[in-house]
């Protein structure tokens, strides 16, 4: 077992003669400043072989932490690439469905015109919208759970990911309603 900074966690050691690579990594534990230890690491790796190259000696903490660096730089990639995402897709949603209610305006004159409050006509033209806007919230949301689980750190919670689902599924609606009642309360 390996002791670190988030606890202890369960590694499994193989040996090289196994699992041929180009790198290897060796950990060694030292006492006090690692500083000192670094060129006795270093020359003890070249005295056990001559084919072999030291590239650095670098402390745990220092590997844990560009380990981390990846880690949050992936993490901020993702984050700004579901932000792009959500911007089109508001954008994309807003446009057709405004569109299509657009499309709709000498109908709701028509039914107008034939003696419909305007209670009515909005709840025909908001209805037949908000099943389509609710289809594809429901089919997003199934797809998003499972996936921000699969993209979620360890020990994250499920209420984290469902909460951020649910936040993006709010928006996403609130979209719908606006994009629906624009053109409407102008065709109207």
């Given at each position: 077992q390996v002791v670190s900074r988030r606890g202890t966690e369960t590694a499994v050691l193989v040996p090289i003669e196994r699992n041929p690579r180009n790198t290897a990594v060796v950990a060694v534990r030292t006492k006090g400043p690692t500083g000192r230890a670094e060129a006795r690491i270093a020359d003890a790796i070249r005295a056990e072989s001559a084919y072999v190259t030291v590239n650095e000696v670098v402390s745990h903490a220092t590997a844990i932490d560009r380990a981390r660096l990846e880690a949050i730089v992936l993490t901020r990639t993702f984050l700004v690439l579901g932000i792009?995402?959500?911007?089109?897709?508001?954008?994309?949603?807003?446009?057709?469905?405004?569109?299509?209610?657009?499309?709709?305006?000498?109908?709701?004159?028509?039914?107008?015109?034939?003696?419909?409050?305007?209670?009515?006509?909005?709840?025909?033209?908001?209805?037949?919208?908000?099943?389509?806007?609710l289809v594809g919230l429901l089919v997003g949301a199934a797809l998003a759970v499972p996936f921000s689980r699969l993209l979620a750190d360890p020990g994250t919670s499920m209420a984290t990911s469902l909460i951020t689902v649910l936040v993006i599924v709010a928006i996403i609606a609130l979209v719908g309603i606006l994009a629906t009642l624009r053109p409407l309360r102008r065709a109207l």
């Open positions: 792009v995402a959500l911007l089109l897709a508001m954008g994309g949603l807003f446009a057709v469905v405004s569109l299509s209610i657009a499309h709709r305006g000498r109908q709701v004159g028509i039914i107008r015109a034939l003696g419909a409050r305007e209670r009515d006509v909005l709840s025909l033209i908001i209805g037949r919208t908000g099943v389509h806007v």
